[in-house]
């Protein structure tokens, strides 16, 4: 496993955590974080990172989506089709990628090609943050319009709008998808599905900047401090609370192995660390292992090396045509290599068709990946052209 995490400093760092064995008597594993690699591709602070099978990306202020593979340790080029800061990233699978940022857009890329599938209007100022449902079927997303929108992601269209009191800046489907959760400053209310509801609302003690679900009911919630809460979706309540860093923690990212339930959190005073959770939530987790990487990190991912698991992607947004019998006994004798540019053609959605509005349907420049020496001189040369343009207003 690797713990990736940005900063203000415009670096990406990895580090790969090592297991060691138990010794004899020791009843404890020694797990040990080792420096893998930084990676400097953007010119201004990380705001947002997303880890796949394969890729981790990062967004950030400078507008773009830069992709890291994980697997050859490089750099796969930069998405550019968005006009504003990265607000949030989310993978579906490994076959998605889904982008919001400070423009109002929200992205579906297709993350073995990086082509932008659909490109929607989807909030009348920034889109502040997403979360795609574990069925692949929907997504929410919240934004400084004062509005929590679903989207159905298999007809590819706006599915409700609720209007909200305040702006939030966070929103977050369950493990299984019966609830929900949408901050706003130190409150999150809890929201059934069934229902579309508030079931009750837990009020943090400062503002609330991440929240992860361990469970269906258990919520951690981290703020602008050092503590990490664990509430009780249901009840509401406090289950118990932890000093986990010397400064306010930025992000948490939780995750299972066969052996243990791990909660890993990234801090303002330059720690990572990793916690391993108890079966009591109300027992405050051990420290497993930390590391200082000394700079303002602001966002946090586990990439974790398992096998890719092809099955798992979103619904097409228009759902392809049944097939008959006798093209199905056609298609069965083709070559593996054949069917998967079957599925693949049958996975890109026909625009035409789709409900969602934006301007999917029209080429839009850097909807595709761009390596980033093209880029940083594309940037250039549209300095130039407007240098040029405003001497010539001024004459």
Sequence with gaps: MELVAGCYEQVLFGFAVHLEPKASGDQKQKWTPVADFTHHAHTASL??????????????????????????????GALVHHNGTITCLKFHGNRHLISGAEDGLICVWDAKKWECLKSIKAHKGHVTFLSIHPSGKLALSVGTD??????????????????????????EWSPRGEKY???ILNKIDVYRLDTASVSGTITNEKRVSSVTF????????????????????????????????????????????????IIVTASSDGFIKMWKLKEDKGVSPSLLCEVNTNARLTCL?????????????LLPAVEPPPVSKQEQSKRNKKKSGCE????????????????????????????????TKKRKTVEMLEKKKSKKKKIGMMQ
């Design 301 to 313: 991912g586990v990439w974790l090396d398992r096998v890719t698991d092809t099955k798992e992607s």
């Design 340 to 371: 998967v540019q079957e599925e693949e053609r049958q996975l890109k959605p026909d625009t035409k068709k789709c409900g969602l509005t934006g301007d999917s349907n029209k080429p839009t420049k850097g909807s595709s990946l761009v390596s």
């Design 181 to 183: 959760v949408v901050v």
């Design 214 to 261: 361990l469970s269906e009911s258990v919520l951690a919630v981290a703020g602008d401090e050092e503590v990490v809460r664990f509430f009780d979706c249901d009840s509401l309540m406090c289950l118990s609370e932890f000093k986990a860093h010397e400064n306010r923690v930025k992000d948490m990212f939780s995750f299972e192995t066969p052996e243990h339930h």
């Design 47 to 76: 705001s947002a990172v997303a880890v796949s099978g394969r890729f981790v990306v990062t967004g950030s202020k400078d507008e773009t989506i830069h992709i890291y593979d994980m697997k050859k340790k490089i750099d796969h």
């Design 146 to 171: 004062k509005t929590l929108r679903t989207w159905n992601l298999v007809e590819g269209r706006s599915a409700f709008i609720k209007n909200i009191k305040q702006n939030a800046h966070i929103v």
